[in-house]
């Protein structure tokens, strides 16, 4: 272990080395190369889009460097003698009554004594309000509503809180369901520092196996929630996330509650607890489980409302550290300054993207460099950030193939974030939308448009390029044709993600050679909407006789080595014919298992 963190950290100093010596041969190379005045704009914008990327990416690998150079995790205070009244807030607005009651079973469950749940009801719809209503009582929480809605999230947790007198708020969202220790394990760390405003855990969605986008959703979040977010938190700079969240409330209250300006309300709360001094803490250990988006649609939604929240709020960042440097450390606005800035990546990578395309098609060049310079300057420094990435990250246990998923969906998203922050920096307030639970749906292309002119225009590029390259064989041609063609590979992604995505593909297996039986409970229970249940895992397993979407079914399995019965409860979501075996691919949600079996369940499954 040891060897691989100096080797991580040896490898990240070289590459600054690198990344420095390509940054000054393109400097020389824009400062003497002879070029007409469109050329010399469109190669200072092209340096100037490569500067952005690459102040994040040293932004994420110093993060690297910094948590291989420190030891371990968070240390755990001594256990509580006295345990602090909590306040556990779940704001609710229309959400499915089995995604609510989920969260309600988890909280009710916490192992923490001096606990009240509340549910923050802002559904103005009658059945919901019922729903919330029933829920209360089942499992004894309160029941909060307000007269007139302001601020979105940000204004009815205000709103609750001004009438709570517990010493810590949680905040979760209502499709994220706790472990039993959560506050167990958060309280005594708050209680060992009367300074430290919150303490943030990650985010794991349960439901990463229903699909592309779910699948590819949630390693993005790891790679947040991994060496980022404990970069931060080493820095004084991690943010609230707005859920898995336990803050204390007299540091809530000092900097007047949550912020209701924003969209992004976690955000800008966090930034105005450490100006006023508050320290914040990032624990990684997973202590709850949450759903993602499970299409296109939902996840565009989601990454719209973050990358408007968090352009508004880095102007904020920008116009408080001109008039008041001095109120944060240098690595506080820095962190601040990456985290704030992140989503003009779209601007800046479309841009990169374009400018091969104007030299195939015009003739119009915008990147000054000899090749045998920028084959020994930017490729060393390609190499070494990928195999950086993607070492540090399988030392936590993540797969390359997985990982790239995550960075294809991002990919297909940056017209999204061209958009939002456009209106994030002129100052159009965007309204907060609740990223839906469930379901996989396919979105028009017509929405796609975007990326598909983009897409289009690669492809006409590539074929442009080679024409070209057949009458003038140079190695600028070869290498911008090159970049267009995986630029191209990665929009074409686009027809991946947007695919109905069913669980099919994307569930687990049973090893072979394991024994699977199964006993029908009950049939389809009408009205309810499967895609709302928090599954535990899927499978997939073939069977003779078609079950119809709900059904609960008792399920047996065997392991291949084992004389031992797995017992658990699952239902059916989806079945399709396979008129090869005669029979049907039927996929189950694994809705119920005892605790001393998850672990062998899992071993059957891959």
Known sequence: ?????????????ILFICLT????????????????????????????????????????????????????????????????????????????????????????????????????????DEVYKKDAEELAKIYGAKLFRRKERHGAKAGVLNDCIKGL?????????????????????????????????????????????????????NMQQTVFYEYISEGKSSNQAMICCGTNVVLRREALLDVGGFDETSVTEDFATSLKMHLKGWRSLYYNHVHTFGMGPED?????????????????????????????????????????????SYYFIGWAYIFLLLCPVTYLVFNVPSFFMNPIVYTFTFVPYLILSMAIFYTSMGSK????????????????????????SLFGVSGRKGTFQVTKKGGTKRISYVRLWPQLLIWAICLFSIAWGINRFIYEPTAAIAINITWISYHYILLSCIFYFNDEGTRERFCKKLLKKTQFEYKIIEGPREGEVLDDVNWIDYFSVFLHERLEAGTL??????????????????????????????????????????????????????
Not at 313 to 332: D, E, N, Y
């Open 21 to 124: 010596n390509y940054f000054l041969a393109r400097a020389v190379f824009i400062l003497f190369a002879e070029y007409t005045r469109l050329e010399k704009v469109l190669a200072i914008c092209f340096f100037l889009a490569e500067a952005f990327v690459m102040f994040h990416a040293f932004g994420y690998f110093t993060n690297v460097y910094r948590r291989n150079k420190e030891e371990g995790a968070v240390s755990r205070p001594s256990p509580l003698t006295t345990f602090p009244d909590v306040a556990i807030l779940i704001p609710a607005r229309h959400e499915p009554k089995m995604v609510l009651e989920n969260t309600l079973m988890a909280c009710h469950n916490l192992d923490y004594p001096n606990k009240e749940i509340y549910i923050l009801d802002d559904s103005s």
């Open 553 to 606: 079914v008792m399920c047996k399995v065997r392991m291949p080595k084992d004389n031992e019965d797995i017992v658990f409860d699952g239902r059916v979501t989806d079945a399709f014919p396979n008129k090869t075996r005669r029979g049907y691919r039927t996929i189950i949600g694994v809705s119920k298992v005892p605790e001393h079996n998850r672990d062998k369940l899992m071993e059957v499954m891959k």
């Open 165 to 217: 007198s517990q010493k810590y708020i949680t905040v979760f969202d209502v499709d994220q369901n706790p472990i039993s220790d959560f506050l167990s394990n958060i309280i005594p760390i708050l209680e060992a520092d009367p300074r430290l405003a919150f303490v943030q855990t990650p985010q794991f969605y349960s439901n990463l196996r229903a699909n592309a986008v779910s699948f590819a959703s």
């Open 296 to 340: 296109l649609g939902s996840y565009f939604l989601q990454q719209n409302r973050w990358a408007m929240g968090n352009i508004g709020v880095f102007k904020r960042v920008v116009a408080t550290m001109i008039k008041r440097p001095l109120a944060l450390k240098p690595v506080q606005w820095f962190e601040y300054f990456v985290t704030g």
């Open 1 to 13: 272990m040891i060897k691989r963190v100096n080797l991580i950290r040896g490898l990240i100093i």
């Open 397 to 420: 246990r993540y797969g390359i193939k997985d990982l790239f998923k995550g960075q294809l969906l991002s990919f297909i998203t940056l017209p999204i974030y061209m958009r939002a």
